[in-house]
């Protein structure tokens, strides 16, 4: 059995001092593979000097909303000239995030368009990072028109409704550990109906420790089995046939090797 966590930030303080140890427990949990996700210009090119010391670990380079206000075009053409790098599989994460407002809304949707903009002339996928601003997402996303050939909303914490819209439009759709908390039954049903070639998993961490772990401060990629096991069961599977679905899902994304 192999897990791929599609969207961790292993560049981030509470992990990269200790980054070999959580890989070694990653690799023996059945996570085997990464993807660790920028945030701004420093650990977007932290997160390609990582992924090049690691077989199975990829990067995708992006602003945060929260940094919109501080993108300048020479930070746009320095994110189009790192994403040109081998181990970079991912525009992102990019979107808008309406609950802290740490960037005017207007910029954030300029910064998010941008990103589309270079996703589309790349041929890369996007991760989608939307917080109360569901309906505003998606219509920058259908703005953007056909050339986004790949789109994934991370850490969906949406309802089914929304799940709906996201997978007619031909999005993806990645859960955390969210989807374990008792609180979380909306996300559940959404859940429930996303196609297994259309979910992927994450930890996003260092956040969010999954149940039965939320109790560990720092989550890692070793606790992710938590998700897929819950997932699975959410779904009435076979554990290692879910693993295998989700696996092969998410290598065709973002164009892994087999």
């Known amino acids: 059995m192999e897990l791929i966590d599609t969207h961790c930030h292993l560049t981030f303080n509470d992990l990269a001092g200790d980054i070999d140890a959580v890989i070694e427990r990653s690799i023996a949990a059945g996570v085997t593979s990464w993807i660790t996700v920028g945030t701004d210009p420093g650990h977007n090119q932290k997160a390609i000097e990582l992924a090049k010391k690691y077989d199975n670990m990829y990067a995708a380079v992006g602003v945060h909303p929260h940094d919109a206000k501080d993108v300048t075009g020479q930070a746009i053409r320095q994110l189009h000239a790192l994403a040109q790098n081998k181990k970079v599989v991912a525009i992102g994460e990019t979107g808008l995030d309406f609950h802290y407002d740490h960037s005017p809304r207007d ?90 070639d259309r979910l992927m998993l994450e930890t996003d961490c260092p956040y969010m420790s999954p149940e039965p772990m939320r109790k560990q401060r720092i989550n890692e990629p070793a606790l992710m089995v938590h998700t897929a096991k819950f997932l699975a069961d959410l779904k009435g599977m076979d554990f290692e046939n879910f693993a295998a679905h989700v696996t092969t899902t998410s290598r065709d994304f973002f164009n892994l090797p087999f």
């Open 107 to 196: 910029r954030q949707a300029e910064v998010f368009t941008s990103h589309l903009q270079l996703a589309g002339e790349l041929a890369l996928p996007v991760i989608i990072h939307s917080r109360e601003a569901f309906d505003q997402t998606m219509e920058i996303l259908h703005q953007s028109g056909p050339d986004l050939k790949k789109v994934v909303f991370h850490c969906f914490s949406g309802s089914p409704e929304q799940a709906k819209i996201v997978l007619d439009a031909g999005f993806y759709i990645s859960f955390t550990g969210v989807v374990t908390f008792k609180n979380a039954e909306k996300t559940r049903k959404a859940a429930e109906i996303v196609p297994l």
